[in-house]
């Protein structure tokens, strides 16, 4: 079952803050969390594991809550070089399933 | 550490003609993927090796895909006959051990069937 994500896009000012959730209708083992942009391949951000835990780097971080199966990305603070296409995957034991992305654009 | 290598970049054929695309996965991943994705959405799983063994092959179309990844190292992917429809980038990932664990992207071959 392919995870929802919201909002599908976001336009944002630099600096501003930004939150992307990722629902899934099936119980997590695990969700990941790509970037990709335009042209390019998904690049790894994060991955977090079922027990509710949150993560982080700098200024992007994300949380888990495998009882209500859903994720939340957060970007703090965004930069120009926060612009793109942001997927979550939700994985089982052996494969992971994207959603269709959300697109992040950040203006000057 | 050299990442997910793929080529052809680029490909335009026309609809009912043949081809083939080729992955080299990072060294001593065991696990390689291909995804299909189309132009607005997620990448979507075709198929999934587990060294040289098929994993899932659920959503590739078989009567016009197929795939193998020879020796469990290279890959390739082969489309006969192409379909409008099939104009997308194909990705290639790969990860250390069984699938669910981080994947690393290859760059992608965009197709364009004409």
């Known amino acids: 079952q392919q995870p929802v994500q919201s909002p599908q896009a976001v336009i944002l000012r630099e600096g501003e803050d930004a939150v992307i959730n990722c629902s899934s209708s099936?119980?997590?083992?695990?969700v990941h969390w790509y970037r990709q942009k335009h042209g390019e391949a998904p690049v790894f951000l994060m991955i977090?594991?079922?027990?509710?835990e949150q993560k982080g780097h700098e200024k992007i971080s994300a949380s888990f809550n495998e009882k209500k199966q859903q994720s939340s990305l957060y970007l703090t603070a965004s930069q120009l070089s926060y612009s793109g296409t942001y997927f979550c995957?939700?994985?089982?034991?052996?494969?992971?399933?994207f959603g269709k992305g959300t697109r992040l654009h950040i203006l000057p | 550490e050299a990442g997910v290598a793929q080529s052809p970049r680029y490909k335009i054929i026309e609809k009912r003609q043949s081809v083939a695309f080729w992955c080299n996965p990072i060294s001593g991943h065991a696990t390689l993927y291909w995804y299909q994705q189309i132009l607005g959405q997620g990448p979507k799983l075709l198929i999934q090796f587990q060294n040289n063994g098929v994993v899932d092959d659920s959503q590739l179309p078989k009567d016009r895909f197929s795939a193998e990844r020879l020796k469990g190292v290279d890959s390739t992917l082969k489309i006969q006959p192409a379909k409008l429809e099939d104009s997308a980038v194909y990705l290639c990932a790969s990860s250390w051990g069984q699938g669910g664990e981080t994947q690393y992207f290859g760059p992608g071959t965009r197709l364009l069937v004409l």
């Open positions: 099936k119980a997590l083992y695990s």
């Open positions: 995957g939700t994985g089982g034991d052996d494969k992971i399933i």
């Open positions: 977090l594991l079922k027990g509710g």
